[in-house]
């Protein structure tokens, strides 16, 4: 069973700080991960992917990938009330299986 | 703009009528996919297509079935509704089956049984 965890938090912090989520997979040959952001009763839009050992930066975002320790996380930088919201995490496993998603991780900025 | 778009966005159906959803996509996608999602839980994978190629989660109930006629449109059937059912309904593409350039999702489908 090819899973990903994610602590479902609420994880709270104030706002100008940065938010760390964390993520880790069970398929230890997975080759794609990627955060989402869903905000309350919407759909979840995709904001990073990362392929390759190393860190990733996109504006205040920043996805860090370990494969070896099977973790994946995403830093925001300087965090604003506006990035409340619950971020998922999906990995994409070996051969032809489509992503899978973890519970995602509340996150609360607060002003 | 290249969009997922589902409709409609709230769908009020009664217990054991059947509903259909529908989802429309301008990206050119291989790859369509129906996921379940109930509160505060993870998206839940129902089923995908790869082109015409229909895969079936193992542990999707009989009572959900989908078609692709074509390339830009694909449905979900649920032939008897009941009320642990009501769940918002997320339709999302991607290029190729492990989610290749990221998944995108449509608005959403949030489903209603009474």
């Known amino acids: 069973q090819k899973e990903v965890e994610q602590n479902s938090g609420p994880l709270s912090v104030p706002e100008g700080a940065i938010a760390s989520l964390n993520c880790t997979y069970s398929?230890?040959?997975?080759?794609?991960f990627f955060w989402y952001r869903q905000y309350s009763g919407k759909s979840p839009e995709l904001i990073m992917s990362?392929?390759?050992?190393g860190d990733k930066e996109d504006g205040r975002f920043t996805a860090q990938l370990n494969k070896a320790s099977q973790y994946v996380s995403l830093l925001i930088r300087d965090s604003q009330p506006s990035d409340s919201a619950t971020y998922l995490c999906?990995?994409?496993?070996?051969?032809?299986?489509?992503?899978?998603f973890g519970k995602g991780t509340r996150l609360s900025v607060i002003a | 703009d290249a969009m997922v778009i589902q409709n409609p966005r709230y769908q009020v159906t009664q217990f054991g009528k059947p509903v259909t959803l529908s989802c429309s996509q301008t990206?050119?996608?291989?790859?369509m996919y129906w996921y379940q999602q109930k509160s505060s839980q993870a998206p839940k994978l129902l089923f995908h297509?790869?082109?015409?190629?229909?895969?079936n989660e193992a542990d999707t109930p009989d009572n959900f079935q989908s078609r692709r006629p074509n390339t830009s449109f694909c449905f979900l059937d649920i032939r008897s509704p009941g009320l642990g059912d009501a769940a918002m309904y997320l339709c999302?593409?991607?290029?190729?089956?492990?989610?290749?350039?990221?998944?995108?999702f449509g608005q959403g489908t949030r489903l209603t049984v009474v």
């Open positions: 990206l050119n996608h291989n790859v």
């Open positions: 398929d230890r040959v997975s080759q794609s």
């Open positions: 990362i392929y390759s050992n």
């Open positions: 999906a990995v994409s496993s070996s051969g032809n299986t489509p992503l899978v």
């Open positions: 999302a593409t991607s290029r190729g089956i492990q989610g290749q350039g990221g998944a995108f």
């Open positions: 297509y790869y082109d015409k190629d229909f895969n």
